[in-house]
């Protein structure tokens, strides 16, 4: 059985979490299925933005109940095996090489905070709410920890990770884990906008960004540091997307990878 759908239309792909029933709650199947369609979606010419999204009322609400009674009795070799299946799925998708956005329509807790952290943008309904519970378990978030401080910056993961207080999607923004917040009726519309939007940039110019950000995000600006973004559009603007962007522009026409 899938706990995971993927649908592809008009260059847009939608990975859609679908374990409603448990509140898309994590368990070893749901993150497999997870990390390859990260993985192949990836790697896909035809596949330009891809939307993270999820059916039933709660986007994800971390951990498995049941997963989380077998995990009581592993031994510690086993709690590193499971926890690193989490962390390369998380690194999949942080790591992937096209464009993601989270659709938070739910809540999401615990590590679907991680989720949404790891997605490139993220949007939110009005009507979600987030929480990072772990330490109400006796446990940490420390494998949604990279992605998470990131996004929120470490002065309000200070306070989040430490209350395991539950807060609203306005907040979500105001600390920078999602970037935009939407009524509910219109989540689909703006999702789809954005996604739209990214689908019109250069294929290669994406996954360079991308790559971009990674390199450069929390580096001091050093000599070496401002050499390499040097060289970065110096090969961008020699590149054969980079040449054919330019010349559409002075020519006032659509580039060839918008057909």
Not at 170 to 182: D, F, K, Q, W
Request: charged content about 25%; overall charge negative; proline content about 3%.
């Amino acid at each position: 059985m899938l706990d995971v759908t993927v649908d592809h239309a008009v260059a847009i792909a939608t990975v859609t979490l679908d374990r409603p029933d448990m509140r898309n709650a994590f368990n070893e199947e749901l993150i497999a299925q997870l990390a390859e369609a990260f993985r192949t979606l990836g790697a896909r010419d035809d596949v330009r933005c891809i939307v993270l999204a999820a059916n039933g009322p709660a986007f994800c609400a971390g951990a498995d109940l049941n997963w989380m009674r077998r995990m009581a009795g592993y031994s510690r070799e086993e709690n590193l095996a499971d926890a690193g299946a989490l962390a390369q799925m998380l690194q999949a998708l942080y790591a992937c090489p096209k464009p993601t956005i989270a659709k938070v329509h739910g809540d999401a807790y615990a590590g679907g905070v991680g989720l949404v952290a790891a997605c490139d943008i993220a949007v939110a309904a009005d009507s979600a709410n987030f929480c990072l519970t772990e330490v109400r378990l006796g446990l940490i978030p420390a494998t949604i920890s990279p992605y998470v401080i990131r996004a929120m910056g470490a002065r309000a993961a200070h306070r989040l990770f430490l209350t395991a207080e539950r807060f609203v999607a306005r907040e979500a923004h105001r600390i920078g884990l999602v970037h935009e917040v939407t009524a509910a009726g219109g989540l689909d519309a703006r999702v789809r906008e954005i996604a739209q939007a990214l689908c019109a940039g250069s294929p290669e110019a994406m996954k360079a960004c991308k790559r971009l950000v990674l390199d450069v995000a929390g580096e001091e600006i050093t000599p070496a540091l401002v050499a390499r973004t040097v060289e970065g559009i110096a090969d961008a603007r020699a590149s054969a997307e980079g040449r054919e962007g330019v010349q559409a522009f002075l020519e006032k026409r659509k580039p060839a990878w918008l057909g």
